[in-house]
């Protein structure tokens, strides 16, 4: 049986909640330095945003669902006869009414320009 393990936390300052999940439903490694668990983020510590109004003592767990967008860029440049790739992720959850959100990138890598206007239609 596949367990998932949710956990809210409150660390700097910084509301949090992290998802072994996403170890395999995110391309990118999505761990805040120091933390064990891939995590997103809601954002500074407020009035609105705090553990007082995102744990509920009277229902500990909470159904949270978290999608994953990961997005290509091609960066062509038709003079110079180049192609640069890069990849980009959001990971977005639902917790309790308030969105907590991750992003991650790589840096742009050469492309063979013939390849790319194969994948881009040009």
């Known amino acids: 049986m596949k367990k998932t393990v949710l956990v809210l936390g409150f660390l700097s300052q910084i509301s949090a909640f992290a998802s072994s999940e996403l170890d395999w439903l995110a391309h990118f490694d999505h761990r805040v330095v120091g933390e064990g668990l891939p995590c997103i983020t809601g954002g500074a510590c ?22 994953v967008i990961l997005s290509e860029r091609l960066l062509m440049d038709q003079e110079k006869k180049t192609c640069q790739r ?27 320009f013939e390849k790319c206007e194969k994948v881009a239609g040009v």
């Open 46 to 67: 407020s009035d609105v945003l705090n553990p007082g109004n995102l744990i509920d003592p009277k229902e500990k767990i909470s159904v949270a669902p978290i999608r």
């Open 86 to 112: 890069i990849l980009e992720e959001t990971v977005k959850g639902l917790v309790r009414g308030k969105i907590f959100q991750h992003f991650r990138y790589d840096s742009l890598k050469d492309v063979d």
